[in-house]
C-alpha cells in the first residue's frame, strides 16, 4: 500500500497475520489485508494504540484522549458488543460486559449448583431458580 510521505504512529497485526491496521497522524486508521497488500478499510478513528483480540474479530483503538473504539474485523456485529477497553500503553485488555457471559464465568468458578438449603439461607424469600446449572 503507497502511503506517501506519511508515516504510520501505530501499527497492529492480527493473531492469524492476515490483517495488519495502522494510524497516521492524521483522524484515520487504515486496515490493510496482509495477503493482497491492499486497503480493506479505513476507519475514522485516531489511534495512540490499538490491538486485536485474541481470535482476531475485533480491534480495538484507544485515542490520546483514553477512548476507546471497537471495529468487527470480519464484518460481523462483534462490535456491537458490550466491552469495556483498558489501556496502558502499549497494552489494550478487553473485557465481556455481556451479563451471560459474567454468569457463566461464575459458575465455572463456583463449579457447583446452589442446594436448596444454601438458595434459602442465601437468597430468602425468592423462589428456587439458580443460574447454573
Known amino acids: 500500500m ?5 508515516k504510520h504512529r501505530t ?21 490493510i489485508d496482509l495477503t493482497t497488500r491492499r486497503a480493506v478499510d479505513t476507519l475514522d ?13 475485533r480491534l480495538v483503538l484507544v485515542d490520546f484522549a483514553g477512548h476507546g473504539k471497537v471495529f468487527a ?13 483498558v489501556a496502558s500503553q502499549p497494552e489494550v485488555a478487553l473485557l465481556d460486559l455481556r451479563e451471560s457471559t459474567w454468569r457463566d464465568v461464575a459458575c465455572d468458578i463456583a463449579d457447583s449448583r446452589l442446594t436448596r438449603d444454601e438458595w434459602e439461607r442465601l437468597v430468602p424469600g425468592r423462589g428456587y431458580a439458580p443460574a447454573c446449572g
Request: aromatic share 4%.
Open 2 to 6: 503507497d502511503t506517501g510521505d506519511r
Open 11 to 31: 501499527v497492529a497485526v492480527s493473531p492469524a497475520s492476515r490483517i495488519a491496521a495502522g494510524g497516521f497522524l492524521v483522524d484515520k486508521t487504515h486496515v
Open 45 to 57: 478513528a485516531d489511534a495512540s494504540t490499538m490491538t486485536f483480540t485474541s481470535n482476531g474479530d
Open 73 to 85: 474485523t470480519g464484518g460481523d456485529e462483534a462490535a456491537d458488543e458490550p466491552v469495556l477497553a
